[in-house]
């Protein structure tokens, strides 16, 4: 898409990233180094508003603010609060709990809970530091990771009852991981509550029978919703973008292209969430202990159970069939 140099310039890479235990112990752990010569690029951490100004930016002919009430799959029209347009192509993105997904597909029972609740919040560096990490605990899970602009980015999981009402989350965050270690305590002592956001964590156990129907495609979340757990929600709604715009005129080829590789991806995301669920402290040791041991007999072992994931190249469409594209 050529912008890679943009957001390698606005992103803070990543040195190295581990998963740890509450007291600060790495299990595992690999470097940027090692992904650089695994994939032939490395890991950036930037914020979604800066990457979608970036592809915001490079489009013409934008309209935003508009309403969409209705969808005719068959038609190709889209009810707008602004009249009906006509389109040869319907790109729905809108999101996990997707209106159009449930016009297309009313009998599909749709995302459902994964049993965890998840805090997000970007609070300031203050001069810490901060390494890329996700702690692993008795059915918590927390990750820090240090962004541009003196930022930090830090997000939480617990176990909860969907639907739970806090009064104040930076006390119940406090109160489940003001033990771990740093910079954990430091950072959540310095947040305003007013600026966490929580929210219950949904995932399709049941996939789509298929990622269209008529001339409507659908992308991201509202195509195969699934945990943070693997970070690859945004992900894989951009290669669906990237497919999608390759197979515009032939909607079943998007579908088979993408369907079997998302529903795979939301199935691995839920292991590694049920993983991070564990509560039974002699189950905590046992994933803990294998974990460190993998660890240490595959020094890439962070990577490499990443490959099928990370190591996806898009196929890009020529007159002669298909022919490989570059990775992503």
Request: charge should be neutral; aromatic fraction near 4%.
């Amino acid at each position: 898409m050529g912008l890679g140099d943009e957001v390698r310039k606005l992103s803070r890479l990543r040195g190295t990233a581990a998963i740890r235990v509450p007291d600060g112990r790495a299990l595992t752990r690999t470097t940027e180094d090692r992904a650089l010569a695994r994939y032939g690029d490395s890991f950036v951490i930037t914020l979604r508003a800066t990457l979608t100004e970036l592809l915001v930016d490079r489009l013409d002919g934008i309209e935003l603010g508009v309403t969409v009430h209705a969808v005719d799959h068959e038609a190709g029209v889209v009810t707008t609060d602004a009249g009906e347009i006509e389109a040869d192509l319907i790109v729905a993105a809108d999101g996990i709990h997707s209106r159009t997904r449930e016009t297309l597909f009313p009998g599909h029972p749709g995302p459902v809970y994964a049993g965890v609740t998840a805090w997000r919040a970007l609070l300031p560096r203050r001069g810490l530091r901060v390494d890329s990490a996700e702690t692993w605990g008795r059915g918590l899970v927390c990750g820090v990771h240090a962004v541009a602009d003196d930022l930090v980015y830090l997000y939480a999981t617990d176990l909860s009852p969907a639907g739970a009402v806090h009064a104040d989350e930076r006390a119940e965050l406090l109160r489940r991981f003001g033990g771990w270690h740093e910079p954990i305590p430091t950072l959540l002592e310095a947040a305003d509550n007013a600026r966490i956001l929580r929210n219950d964590v949904y995932h399709l156990r049941t996939p789509l029978p298929a990622m269209h129907r008529g001339r409507v495609a659908l992308v991201g979340d509202a195509a195969h919703p699934m945990t943070p757990n693997l970070g690859q929600g945004a992900c894989q709604a951009i290669e669906d973008g990237i497919v999608v715009a390759a197979t515009a005129d032939d909607l079943p080829a998007y579908t088979a292209a993408r369907l079997e590789r998302t529903t795979s991806i939301v199935r691995k995301s839920m292991r590694i969430c049920r993983l991070t669920k564990a509560r039974h402290p002699l189950a905590v040791r046992l994933r803990d202990a294998g974990m460190a041991a993998a660890g240490r007999l595959s020094p890439d072992l962070m990577l490499r159970s990443m490959d099928a994931v990370l190591g996806w190249t898009p196929q890009e469409r020529a007159s002669n069939g298909q022919g490989p594209g570059a990775r992503v």
